[in-house]
């Protein structure tokens, strides 16, 4: 049992911590001052210009970092419930998993970095550019055929 749970903790700290920044770029775009960002290109910043331009398709930025976060906590919460269910056979780990991975991603993966990150935003929108703008590039073409869907 100890083997099982200590080898998925780096992998749940590692998933919840890549959630967590998707979630804290996800805010930190929405909210950035859109007026700073166009005033930081025009000055040459490359993180600004970045954010302008995911900003200009922002139906398509949304899409990819719901898309890209709900896939790394699927993974997580589906990783816990093979591991526990390991442990507690039946619906038992199942359950366990369940209850333990809502209060981590709501915490850790949501409430804590949108929190952090409205409070900064500029700041934290401009620092998560790079990974966003690959978060983007990755997962904004299934988020496109996703939005396609539902249209």
Request: hydrophobic letters at 55%.
């Amino acid at each position: 049992m100890v083997a099982v749970l200590a080898g998925l903790a780096p992998a749940l700290v590692v998933l919840l911590s890549l959630s967590g920044l998707i979630s804290a770029a996800e805010t930190s775009m929405t909210a950035a001052s859109r007026g700073r960002m166009h005033q930081l290109e025009r000055e040459g910043d490359r993180a600004a210009k970045r954010i302008n331009k995911m900003m200009a398709d922002q139906e398509k930025m949304i899409g990819a970092i719901l898309l890209s976060n709900n896939v790394i906590n699927i993974g997580a919460s589906a990783l816990t419930t093979v591991a526990l269910s390991a442990v507690f056979p039946g619906p038992v780990g199942a359950l366990m998993a369940t209850a333990i991975m809502t209060v981590l991603i709501v915490i850790f993966s949501e409430i804590l970095p949108k929190t952090l990150a409205i409070a900064r935003a500029d700041d934290v929108a401009r620092a998560l550019s790079v990974p966003t703008y690959w978060v983007v590039r990755i997962f904004g073409p299934l988020a496109n055929g996703a939005q396609w869907v539902v249209r």
